[in-house]
Nanobody
Framework: QLQLVQSGGGRVQPGESLRLSCAAP????????IGWFRQAPGKEREEVSC??????SINYAESVKGRFTISRDHDTVYLQMNDLNPEDTATYYC??????????????????WGQGTRVTVSS
């Protein structure tokens, strides 16, 4: 299993931006589809965005389209979050598919998870 390490997050005001990062030091990270998920208190976890292993297939939840951008380079996947609002407040997790060289296949297929990072949007 990949060991995913997250960074970024924090507390911002509405309208501001944050960037989250997800890496897997020592692993062939660029061979895996990576998803970003979030879970707000009292709510179920939801998929925010996903990028396939090659970077040419990307999905976004409707709630973040036009505001969030997922991208990847050789060893890191990023989630750029712009125009944040209080509804984006949650703990964010990155996750890797069980198998290499796949497209985004949905949450049941993600087997390695990051430690989570808190994002708070509040005035």
């Amino acid at each position: 299993q990949l060991q995913l390490v997250q960074s970024g997050g924090g507390r911002v005001q509405p309208g501001e931006s944050l960037r989250l990062s997800c890496a897997a030091p020592g692993f062939a990270f660029d061979k895996y589809a990576i998803g970003w998920f979030r879970q707000a208190p009292g709510k179920e976890r939801e998929e925010v965005s996903c990028i396939n292993y090659s970077g040419d297939s990307i999905n976004y939840a409707e709630s973040v389209k036009g505001r969030f951008t997922i991208s990847r380079d050789h060893d890191t996947v990023y989630l750029q979050m712009n125009d944040l609002n209080p509804e984006d407040t949650a703990t964010y997790y990155c996750a890797a598919d069980f198998l290499p060289l796949t497209d985004c296949r949905g949450e049941p297929h993600f087997g390695s998870w990051g430690q989570g990072t808190r994002v708070t949007v509040s005035s």
